[in-house]
């Protein structure tokens, strides 16, 4: 194998593939990134049994062939690398690199023990980049972390004709986020959950072409089948999907509210971020709504205590509510819009965080459900 390639356009395809090497490798080939080189690209590839990644980059070839090199070691080397042109070779059990006046040399693995990336599944169709990335954020921010419950680490994905929702939860909190989409079939319809950190780092990571397309497995036995694929900006990834009966999230957003309130959304994170300073691990900070008006409370007792007071819409009745500060803010970050309304039924029953409501009276297509931190007397 010898080729010449862009010193940044290395880097880049080997960074990206890099994200997907396992940090403890079950086996040790999983921990190498697998090089191919045809005679005008070069083909990298990294896998872990549950998520694959490939991505291709133009290349002047002189000799096509294959290696498997530490993927971690080559990522390293590739960012340290001078801005110069890259030369890679192999001689035998070893991969040469050459940038300038630095040269390196790796060891090979064997490429026979690599195994096969699975196949792409179908197509099911596309969506604007952008648009894609920022949906995912807003809704994994809620996922779980306990990775005893997959079933709440992941983000689960509902495509209905040219609709898509994603939704996660962690028990307390639960984001949900409708998109329109470009499906290959209107009757498209199927639900998957995917693990919600992979999703993330997939859509954030795939924003450098104009559009991503979602692939589905096409049920039992089928191409793809238990797993979900993006390609985008000459980059494919695949996951496998996670088990299990999503809750059912759609029930738990009240059917009618006692009434909400409406804050600035810079303002209400600045304070809550100050107020918040006091409050303990795991401890609430408390809102009271007036009309014209939201306090904010943190401590009690012989503890550190903060109070600020912030301009506030109402409408219906004042009502005292607390929540984890920390949910709170995740949420406000992610509304995208200058107001907030949080609307409400009781003290202790969940309240729902939306940006400005849609001028037609329609669902927003962001809503982020906190459950409220219940008071004692």
Same mark, same amino acid.
């Given at each position: 194998?010898?080729?010449?390639?862009?010193?940044?356009?290395?880097?880049?395809?080997?960074?990206?593939?890099?994200?997907?090497?396992?940090?403890?490798?079950?086996?040790?080939?999983?921990?190498?990134?697998?090089?191919?080189?045809?005679?005008?690209?070069?083909?990298?590839?990294?896998?872990?049994?549950?998520?694959?990644?490939?991505?291709?980059?133009?290349?002047?070839?002189?000799?096509?062939?294959?290696?498997?090199?530490?993927?971690?070691?080559?990522?390293?080397?590739?960012?340290?690398?001078?801005?110069? =042109?890259?030369?890679?070779?192999? &001689?035998? @059990? /070893?991969?040469?690199?050459?940038?300038?006046?630095? $040269?390196?040399? !790796?060891? +090979?693995?064997?490429?026979?023990?690599?195994?096969?990336?699975?196949?792409?599944?179908?197509?099911?169709?596309?969506?604007?980049?952008?648009?894609?990335?920022?949906?995912?954020?807003?809704?994994?921010?809620?996922?779980?972390?306990?990775?005893?419950?997959?079933?709440?680490?992941?983000?689960?994905?509902?495509?209905?004709?040219?609709?898509?929702?994603?939704?996660?939860?962690?028990?307390?909190?639960?984001?949900?986020?409708?998109?329109?989409?470009?499906?290959?079939?209107?009757?498209?319809?199927?639900?998957?959950?995917? =693990?919600?950190?992979?999703?993330? &780092?997939? @859509? /954030?990571?795939?924003?450098?072409?104009?559009?991503? $397309?979602?692939? !589905?497995? +096409?049920?039992?036995?089928?191409?793809?089948?238990?797993?979900?694929?993006?390609?985008?900006?000459?980059?494919?990834?695949?996951?496998?999907?996670?088990?299990?009966?999503?809750?059912?999230?759609?029930?738990?957003?009240p059917a009618e509210y006692a009434g909400y309130a409406e804050v600035q959304t810079s303002a209400?994170?600045?304070?809550?971020?100050?107020?918040?300073?006091?409050?303990?691990?795991?401890?609430?900070?408390?809102?009271?709504?007036?009309?014209?008006?939201?306090?904010?409370?943190?401590?009690?007792?012989?503890?550190?205590?903060?109070?600020?007071?912030?301009?506030?819409?109402?409408?219906?009745?004042?009502?005292?509510?607390?929540?984890?500060?920390?949910?709170?803010?995740?949420?406000?970050?992610?509304?995208?819009?200058?107001?907030?309304?949080?609307?409400?039924?009781?003290?202790?029953?969940?309240?729902?965080?939306?940006?400005?409501?849609?001028?037609?009276?329609?669902?927003?297509?962001?809503?982020?459900?906190?459950?409220?931190?219940?008071?004692?007397?």
């Open positions: 194998m010898k080729f010449r390639i862009d010193r940044d356009a290395l880097a880049d395809a080997v960074a990206w593939t890099a994200r997907t090497l396992p940090v403890r490798p079950p086996v040790p080939v999983l921990a190498g990134m697998h090089l191919e080189a045809t005679e005008e690209r070069l083909k990298l590839s990294a896998f872990d049994y549950e998520v694959s990644a490939q991505v291709s980059a133009d290349i002047d070839c002189h000799e096509p062939g294959t290696a498997l090199v530490s993927g971690r070691l080559l990522a390293e080397i590739c960012r340290a690398l001078p801005p110069h =042109p890259v030369e890679v070779t192999t &001689d035998g @059990a /070893k991969v040469m690199l050459q940038c300038g006046s630095a $040269k390196f040399t !790796l060891l +090979t693995m064997p490429v026979e023990d690599y195994p096969s990336l699975p196949a792409m599944p179908p197509v099911a169709g596309t969506v604007g980049s952008d648009e894609f990335a920022s949906a995912v954020a807003q809704v994994a921010i809620a996922a779980g972390r306990d990775d005893t419950i997959p079933m709440l680490t992941g983000v689960r994905v509902e495509i209905d004709g040219d609709t898509v929702t994603l939704a996660s939860t962690d028990r307390y909190r639960l984001a949900v986020r409708e998109f329109k989409w470009s499906p290959d079939t209107l009757s498209a319809n199927a639900v998957a959950l995917i =693990p919600a950190k992979t999703l993330a &780092d997939t @859509a /954030k990571s795939l924003t450098s072409g104009a559009e991503v $397309k979602i692939s !589905l497995g +096409t049920g039992e036995g089928g191409q793809g089948e238990g797993m979900i694929g993006f390609e985008g900006g000459g980059r494919k990834t695949t996951s496998r999907l996670l088990d299990g009966d999503f809750v059912k999230y759609r029930s738990l957003f209400f994170v600045d304070a809550l971020k100050r107020v918040a300073l006091v409050a303990e691990r795991n401890t609430p900070v408390r809102l009271s709504f007036h009309q014209g008006e939201v306090v904010l409370e943190a401590g009690t007792g012989d503890e550190a205590q903060a109070v600020e007071a912030l301009e506030a819409t109402l409408e219906g009745d004042d009502i005292n509510i607390a929540f984890n500060p920390g949910y709170v803010l995740d949420g406000l970050a992610q509304i995208a819009s200058d107001v907030a309304r949080l609307s409400f039924t009781t003290p202790t029953k969940p309240a729902v965080l939306t940006g400005k409501p849609l001028e037609d009276g329609g669902v927003p297509a962001y809503r982020y459900l906190i459950m409220p931190v219940r008071l004692s007397n």
